[in-house]
């Protein structure tokens, strides 16, 4: 070993910390420096509005893409505490927008994680060229201004205000991101999908940036999931079965609520959409391995009971069930577990149990009370894997 490699030791490590290590290394913080990181930004503040509806603390979410490349996000809760205005009801707003970890967890059932590592608002401001917050809290204005992450100001107040909530516009940083251009696609998509999987949700979308005008759009779906299955089968044309099955159960097993829609359609195509606390699990988990547990033992007993089923038959499997099905499964959690840090598969050794019991009991109910329906839909099934 050389002198030099001797003579390195822990005086020439530099411990970069807050603010200066997220833009030193911003893909480690949100993924990419391209769209997809670019993206997160927008989610995370977007996130903390939509789980203020969520806790029951506001009505609306809107967001403004600006003519100038700024983005918008405001909502009618009772706005962010204040430090300067004695507010200790939680991190404060300075805390929020500064300390990494302020106010952080896995968070519960009201808790939207928008972003799949889980970021903090402090990594948005961070990341921006200049972050502007807005909070109109027990009839005063604050503002306080920021420039790639640092606080320029202190809040301060700028008059009375009869409204409440909060508004944080920020500019992503040019610097920093291969592009700053923010898709109205990408978010509209999104939003689109949380007002589904939330009823009380109402989240707005607007672009100020067409030449030919602004173009908008407001998302609320009181129906839930139903409504999220319909969505998915209408581009395809197929035709549908049954009706559409939904119900939404709670259980303390896994202290949280099961919410579960389903159809069989015309077409071989399985349509399967997984989600915990309103954020997609593309990779499954348990609460998708319990539902088609129930599902399959829901039309096996149907078939059975029915004598739909020869006595020498094998049961119908899975994949055979699944054929054809279109089905969103969304679980609200208050104590998510994950099966990877990416919290793309859910875990929690409860969680197939108390879904497969809650679809067996509900789609075995409906499928007893809808005879010539589920006979269509055990002969479908038939039919199938016969060609199989």
């Known amino acids: 070993m050389s002198d030099a490699a001797d003579a390195y030791d822990a005086s020439h490590i530099k411990v970069l910390e807050g603010w200066e290590a997220v833009r030193t290394r911003p893909g480690m913080y949100v993924g990419s420096t391209g769209p997809r990181g670019l993206h997160q930004l927008v989610f995370e503040v977007v996130g903390r509005a939509v789980s203020e509806v969520l806790a029951g603390r506001a009505g609306t979410v809107d967001v403004t893409l600006t003519t100038d490349g700024g983005v918008r996000v405001a909502d009618d809760g009772p706005g962010i505490g204040v430090e300067d205005a004695g507010d200790d009801d939680g991190p404060g707003l ?218 020498t038959a094998h049961d119908l499997t899975a994949d ?12 609200k959690l208050d104590r998510p577990e994950f099966a990877g840090s990416t919290r793309g598969e859910l875990g929690g050794a409860e969680v197939r149990a108390c879904v497969a019991e809650a679809v067996r009991e509900h789609l075995g109910t409906w499928l007893e009370n809808h005879p010539e329906q589920a006979a269509a839909i055990v002969g479908r099934i038939f039919h199938s894997s016969r060609k199989d």
């Open 94 to 311: 300075e805390a929020l927008l500064t300390r990494m970890h302020a106010g952080a967890g896995p968070g519960g059932r009201d808790t939207v994680a928008m972003s799949l590592s889980g970021i903090e608002l402090a990594v948005t401001n961070a990341l921006t060229s200049r972050l502007t917050a807005e909070v109109r809290r027990e009839g005063i204005h604050w503002l306080q201004e920021y420039a790639r992450g640092v606080a320029l100001t202190p809040p301060t107040s700028a008059g009375t205000t009869t409204r409440a909530g909060t508004t944080l516009t920020f500019w992503p940083d040019a610097d920093l991101f291969e592009t700053v251009e923010i898709s109205y696609e990408v978010l509209a998509e999104r939003f689109r999908e949380l007002a589904f999987l939330n009823r009380r949700l109402d989240i707005s979308l607007t672009d100020e940036r067409p030449h030919g005008g602004a173009r908008s759009v407001r998302y609320r779906f009181p129906g839930g999931a139903r409504e999220l299955v319909a969505f998915l089968d209408a581009p395809t044309g197929a035709s549908v079965h049954p009706d559409i099955i939904a119900f939404e159960r709670e259980d303390p097993r896994i202290a949280g609520t099961v919410e579960v829609a389903l159809r069989w359609h015309g077409s071989p195509e399985e349509r399967l959409r997984s989600y915990a606390n309103s954020a997609p699990t593309p990779h499954g988990g348990t609460h998708m391995d319990g539902f088609r547990d129930g599902v399959t033992a829901a039309v096996n007993a149907h078939a059975r009971e029915r004598r739909l089923l020869r006595e």
């Open 320 to 331: 055979q069930v699944g054929e054809g099905l279109t089905a969103v499964v969304s679980l």
